[in-house]
């Protein structure tokens, strides 16, 4: 079983930065096929579906959303149980709940465990 706990989220003006955190209790990355080998930042914005931002690979390998790609990076500190989720150049329309995930990922990320989230509100 894994928890996930959010935190990091808050008010910020357009351009503005901001770096989220997950802290992690239990087995991060097993490295076993089907099993927990990846975590995942998605987030859900009023009135829309909830979107894949980044995720990384127990090599640190990170994918992001387009809508992520030069702005957003995803890190883990495996030996903190954290991974980070670190935001810059935000924009209003970045504004949603982000939420943290562990999972297992090949092609595609399948997210299996989720954190609660934290609200990231930029204002313009």
């Known amino acids: 079983q894994v928890q996930l706990v959010e935190s990091g989220g808050g008010l910020v003006q357009a351009g503005g930065s901001l770096t989220l955190a997950c802290a992690v209790s239990?087995?991060?990355?097993?490295?076993?096929?089907?099993?927990?080998?990846?975590m995942g930042w998605h987030r859900q914005a009023p009135g829309k579906q909830r979107e894949l931002v980044a995720s990384i690979d127990s090599g640190a390998r990170t994918n992001y959303a387009d809508s992520a790609k030069g702005r957003f990076t995803m890190s883990r500190d495996n030996a903190k149980n954290l991974v980070y989720l670190q935001m810059k150049s935000l924009k209003p329309e970045d504004t949603a709940i982000y939420y943290c995930?562990?999972?297992?990922?090949?092609?595609?990320?399948?997210?299996?465990?989720w954190g609660q989230g934290t609200q990231v509100t930029v204002s313009s």
């Open positions: 995930s562990s999972g297992y990922r090949s092609d595609t990320y399948y997210p299996r465990y």
């Open positions: 239990g087995s991060i990355f097993t490295g076993s096929i089907f099993s927990i080998n990846a």
